[in-house]
């Protein structure tokens, strides 16, 4: 599966953002998918993810996020997004989107726990 993430750049604090992710040739409802994100120096980490269509589409977030992020689906145009608003400096950072191709227990956190990445698009966040 290739992904491709999409959305990103700069971006005044308390601006928003929507990141997209595609899958040329793949339909994304059938896969539960996650975003992280990672800023220089740091680990990679979870922001939200949201289940396949099939077992309810339920989202989860990060709690740094949580109430100013929100993960959607279009199957329409076969596309995932990350819609952030009231942007914060420390939200800079390099967000990935990511399919999980087996069913994930739990709140799906795990960045092993996923097969395919995308390629990353960069997020700056001036304050």
């Known amino acids: 599966v290739q992904l491709q993430a999409s959305g990103g750049g700069p971006v005044q604090a308390g601006g928003s953002l929507r990141l997209s992710c595609t899958a040329p040739?793949?339909?994304?409802?059938?896969?539960?998918m996650g975003w992280f994100r990672q800023a220089p120096g740091k680990e990679r980490e979870f922001v939200g993810a949201i289940r396949r269509s099939g077992s309810g589409g339920a989202r989860y977030y990060a709690d740094s996020v949580k109430g100013r992020f929100t993960i959607s689906r279009d199957t329409s145009e076969n596309m995932v997004y990350l819609q952030m608003n009231n942007l914060k400096f420390e939200d800079t950072a390099v967000y990935y989107c990511?399919?999980?191709?087996?069913?994930?227990?739990?709140?799906?956190?795990?960045?092993?726990?996923?097969?395919?990445w995308g390629q990353g698009t960069q997020v700056t966040v001036s304050s």
């Open positions: 990511a399919v999980a191709e087996r069913h994930l227990a739990g709140l799906m956190t795990r960045a092993s726990d996923y097969s395919y």
């Open positions: 040739g793949r339909t994304l409802s059938r896969y539960s």
